[in-house]
């Protein structure tokens, strides 16, 4: 350095300031890397060289053959499991039950019987708060109204009554709500249930030509009116 002239020094020193940078990131970069590799650590998925899972076909058993074959203490658990599972859907099954032999298994599914009943009319009760002239809750309402007055939720001396009081409810929310295809859906499911097939027509019609709704209800509103005109 004492050999090269005075002007070169300041060039080298910066020269050497500006390599300083890019030492320092080669370091960052290389130094972590061969300390990974030094720990014994793998870059890749090691899935894909994974051997594969054996092959299980899926068998997809109904719970109601289920209850044929298994024993009372295996069946407990599959009955509280049924907490889970939409009452209505699970009504036919507790109900029977209900009836069973087994005093666990009654006490079982009476109680998610209950519960079921109970969350239901809850719901029931909400919703006849509402304000009268929302047509999307007096739709869900006159829904709820329907899965408690199901054969399986409702009993045989309560069940025409409260048909009763749902037909009477959905006249009221019919001159309250603007009328829509849930609502008019809803409530003409109601008046069929109740035995009022006439108004379940006028319902009917009244739906858009050709909706899922109105084919899916037209069947069931022509077969009332032909029973009741056989009666």
């Not at 719901?123 to 829904?143: F, G, H, M």
């Not at 008019?184 to 006439?198: C, D, I, K, T």
Request: hydrophobic share 45%; proline share 8%; glycine share 6%.
């Amino acid at each position: 350095m004492n050999d090269l002239p005075p002007a070169l020094l300041p060039v080298l020193a910066l020269a050497v300031l500006a390599l300083l940078p890019v030492l320092v990131s080669w370091l960052v970069v290389v130094v972590p890397s061969r300390r990974r590799e030094a720990t014994g650590m793998l870059v890749g998925n090691p899935l894909h060289t994974a051997p594969l899972a054996e092959h299980q076909m899926i068998i997809a058993q109904p719970l109601v053959s289920l209850s044929r074959q298994l024993g009372s203490t295996d069946m407990g658990g599959y009955l509280l499991g049924l907490r889970h599972v939409p009452v209505e859907k699970s009504a036919p099954l507790l109900s029977r039950y209900v009836r069973c032999a087994d005093p666990a298994l009654q006490l079982y599914a009476q109680s998610i019987l209950a519960q079921g009943r109970e969350q239901l009319q809850m719901r029931l009760v909400k919703l006849q708060k509402a304000p009268a002239d929302d047509s999307r809750s007096a739709a869900w309402l006159l829904e709820t109204g329907l899965t408690l007055a199901s054969p399986t939720l409702a009993g045989v001396a309560e069940r025409p009554g409260f048909l009763q009081h749902l037909a009477s409810l959905a006249r009221d929310r019919l001159q309250s709500c603007a009328a829509c295809p849930s609502l008019l859906a809803n409530s003409a499911r109601v008046f069929l249930e109740a035995g009022h097939p006439s108004d379940a027509r006028s319902l009917v019609e009244q739906l858009p030509a050709g909706s899922p709704l109105r084919l899916s209800l037209e069947p069931a509103v022509a077969h009332a009116l032909h029973q009741q005109s056989l009666a």
